[in-house]
Every structure is written in structure tokens, then in C-alpha cells.
């Protein structure tokens, strides 16, 4: 079986600078039929800067 999530993030990042990154990470945990368990992740890098 395979399959996909979709996930979003809403919030507000507070900083004083004009030009910076930020990550957000998720991981799952899963467990399979044979009763493994798995803690996929992965991560996604936003950056923000200002346009003259």
C-alpha cells in the first residue's frame, strides 16, 4: 500500500530581519501489518526576502 499526506502551515514568524529562512520539519510514526514500526520525516525550507 503507498500512499500521500498533504500538510500546510499557518503562522506567524516573528523577526526582525527583512531576509531569512525558515524550516518546518514533520515526521510521521507508522506501523505496518507485520507490526514495524517507521518514524519517516522530512523537511521543507521557506525563504523569505524583500524585492526592491
Request: aromatic residues 4%; contains cysteine; proline residues 4%.
Amino acid at each position: 500500500m503507498s500512499g500521500s499526506t498533504t500538510c500546510s502551515f499557518v503562522g506567524r514568524i516573528v523577526s526582525n530581519q527583512c531576509d531569512f529562512s525558515h524550516v518546518n520539519t514533520v515526521t510521521g510514526g507508522v506501523t505496518d501489518s507485520d507490526n514495524v514500526q517507521s518514524t519517516p520525516s522530512g523537511s521543507a525550507t521557506v525563504t523569505v526576502s524583500t524585492t526592491p
